[in-house]
């Protein structure tokens, strides 16, 4: 009944059943082979099951909101928390070498990065280890202080990648790269920021303007003039919260 020959079908049979895929029981000579379901139950509710219901519950709210009309909330808005996304894309030409800017992100971060984009007035320095798995942390000294992220990837010096909630409080998840592309004269600063969770468009907003900030501002300044305005040497604030 099959295009393969029954050696072939016993292989394959003999594969599932050593992945507990398949339960085998003999009478006399017959062997009959029943499907296993629990280990495929298992894999479903481990790995599937919670996207599935996030996504099921997000199309029902989604049907819900535009069949009630005059609706106000977001379809995902029904939920324990307001759940949103964070897109922020800045290109920013710095004149020094990529070497040289990298290091500026990677070591003296103090002096660029500052108030109010810290969690505490306590804050004494900004810190990256660029390394895979290093840290990106605020410190405040006595081993206390904020974790930013992880770095998850480092191309010296073209890319530095990292992983975590970036001043975020609740329930996010943050993703920055910095790209570098060596340009006439200097150095094209390639900043991406990604993000989801409990963010709502005040969020967006005190992103959007503090990276513009510490991106088009105070590191360029740092880099070719050697101008600090980080912790400890901040200008005004512009207004709004801090990161």
């Known amino acids: 009944r099959f295009p393969v020959s029954r050696y072939a079908v016993m292989k394959h049979l003999t594969v599932l059943e050593r992945a507990g895929l398949l339960v085998v029981r003999r009478r006399g000579r017959q062997r009959f082979n029943h499907l296993n379901p629990v280990p495929l139950q298992n894999l479903h509710e481990r790995w599937m099951r919670p996207h599935a219901e996030r996504w099921a519950s997000s199309l029902l709210a989604l049907k819900r909101s535009l069949e009630q009309k005059g609706e106000a909330t977001m379809p995902w808005n029904d939920g324990p928390f307001a759940f949103g996304t964070l897109s922020i894309e800045l290109e920013v030409h710095v004149n020094a070498a990529p070497e040289r800017v990298f290091d500026a992100l990677t070591g003296d971060v103090s002096a660029w990065w500052g108030r109010p984009y810290v969690h ?3 804050a004494r320095a900004v810190h990256v280890e660029p390394k895979v798995g290093g840290r990106c942390w605020e410190d405040w000294g006595g081993g206390e202080g904020a974790l930013y992220a992880t770095v998850t990837k480092v191309e010296r010096p073209r890319l530095l990648r990292l992983d975590g909630p970036f001043g975020m409080s609740g329930l996010c998840h943050s993703v920055v790269t910095y790209s570098l592309e060596a340009a006439a004269a200097g150095t094209l600063v390639k900043v991406s920021h990604s993000a989801a969770g409990e963010i709502d468009e005040e969020a967006r907003r005190d992103y959007t303007m503090g990276w513009e900030d510490l991106l088009r501002t105070r590191f360029p300044a740092f ?6 305005l980080g912790l400890g040497h901040e ?9």
């Open 120 to 122: 505490s007035e306590r």
């Open 235 to 243: 200008p005004a604030p512009f207004g709004g919260k801090g990161q």
């Open 223 to 228: 880099v070719e003039r050697g101008e600090k």
